[in-house]
């Protein structure tokens, strides 16, 4: 394929700035990690655990969204 | 004979449904193969010339905005319903009435968890900007939008059009080697309102106001020693610098607050149709449905997500410093 050079800087910019996804996947992970552990430990208190584990991980998932953010910016708007 | 007690096992029909349109669909993407639609992350506009209102001035009609108004006439739909449902007085609401009346009460028991006796007044912030987020959200999965719209001339990234109906026409793939870039492109009548920065931001900026309001209304002028906080400062050593250093940089969190809040919302809806359009076009066949399952999630979630945020930011600025975990279990 044919192209000119910034076309290909802005696939590479894309690829390299979604590496930063990387922390919202460990975060994610360790919020479910301790949710887990926290219904194990008291399955009554399910309910509220579950919410808590969502707003953190929604929390953790807006980082990894601003690179997919400054992805998009870099392919769709660049 | 045991009949009564035991259910007759029948054949499950749903399935073969499922099935039907599986292979429909494979057929249907042999004879039509999909298109990627052109992906823009400004809102399309539909009228070539703007619109000359009276205060507002020049304005254009984008499809995000048509998409908003679908919203809100949705909501005012939903509320006909559940109006209709609670004159008729009965005490337990059936029906779709009675889903909305249990959503609502999930969150006025959160509301009221975190906030104590501020919820009256943080319920309805809470409350209008899940619906409305929800609902924008979930427009993403009706076939239809994002896709059926005007036909435009572009010169570049095209598609060759043909046509299907006498009036309609479909982007097809170019038989051979044609002129690749010059054709057609496809502007959507109703664009997802979520994917548009101007909702979201203008969400965010509402909720952080807000959240200035009712920190005003519950402490009075005594709220904005949040982030000019000299108390200390003059009276402890170190700490006291340190506290005021704390304050400046809370008032540099609100701002931060609202890029947070326009950007996840924008993020997770935009990647979601970006991710719609890309494996729609990639895998024709039923691949898409599974992103679609996704989406369903994200969209419930990110709304839950704004409006609990929200709720969250609004019942810490009723509290003070002394009293911070006064009012918070009820």
């Known amino acids: 394929m044919e192209g000119n050079i910034i076309e290909a ?70 | 004979m045991e009949k009564a007690t035991t259910t007759k096992w029948r054949w499950g029909v749903h399935r073969w449904f499922v099935l039907l349109f599986i292979i429909l669909g494979y057929f249907a993407a042999r004879a039509y193969p999909p298109i990627r639609p052109h992906v823009q992350l400004a809102p399309e506009r539909l009228t070539e010339h703007p619109i000359v209102l009276p205060v507002i ?32 007085g009965e005490l337990v609401l059936g029906g779709f009435a009675g889903a909305m009346e249990a959503l609502l009460e999930g969150i006025y028991n959160m509301t009221e968890s975190a906030a104590g006796k501020w919820a009256r007044a943080i319920f309805p912030f809470f409350a209008t900007i899940t619906l409305m987020v929800l609902v924008a959200n979930w427009m993403e999965l009706i076939p239809g939008v994002d896709s059926i719209g005007w036909l435009e001339h572009t010169a570049h990234g095209g598609e060759a059009a043909q046509e299907i109906a006498p009036g309609v026409w479909a982007l097809v793939k170019a038989e051979g080697e044609e002129a690749h870039g010059e054709g057609y492109m496809v502007v959507p009548w109703v664009r997802v309102a979520s994917t548009d920065l101007n909702f979201t931001v203008a969400l965010a900026l509402i909720s952080v106001f807000m959240t200035q309001v009712i920190g005003v209304k519950a402490q009075g002028a005594h709220y904005f020693t949040k982030f000019w906080n000299t108390k200390n400062l003059f009276t402890v050593p170190v700490f006291g610098a340190i506290d005021f250093g704390v304050g400046l940089l809370e008032l540099i969190s609100e701002f931060s607050k609202v890029l947070s809040f326009s950007f996840r919302l924008f993020g997770n809806i935009f990647a979601g149709s970006v991710m719609l359009f890309v494996i729609g076009s990639l895998v024709p066949v039923f691949a898409q449905s599974l992103v679609l399952l996704l989406e ?4 419930v979630i990110q709304a839950l997500v704004f409006g609990m945020l929200t709720m969250i930011f609004m019942a810490q600025a009723t509290q003070g410093h002394g009293e911070a975990h006064e009012g918070a279990h009820g």
């Open chain 2, 57 to 88: 001035g020049e304005f254009y009609l984008t499809n995000t905005l048509v998409a908003t108004f679908l919203v809100d006439i949705i909501l005012l739909i939903i509320v006909w319903v559940v109006y209709r449902a609670v004159q008729k």
């Open chain 2, 296 to 299: 369903f999630f994200v969209g």
């Open chain 1, 9 to 78: 800087a802005k696939l590479i910019g894309a690829g390299l700035a979604m590496i930063g996804a990387l922390g919202g996947g460990i975060g994610i992970g360790l919020s479910a990690h301790g949710a887990v552990q926290g219904i194990a430990r008291n399955p009554d208190a399910a309910g509220q655990v579950q919410t808590n584990m969502i707003l953190g991980i929604a929390f953790a998932e807006a980082v990894a969204i601003y690179c997919l953010v400054v992805a998009l910016l870099i392919l769709f708007v660049f």
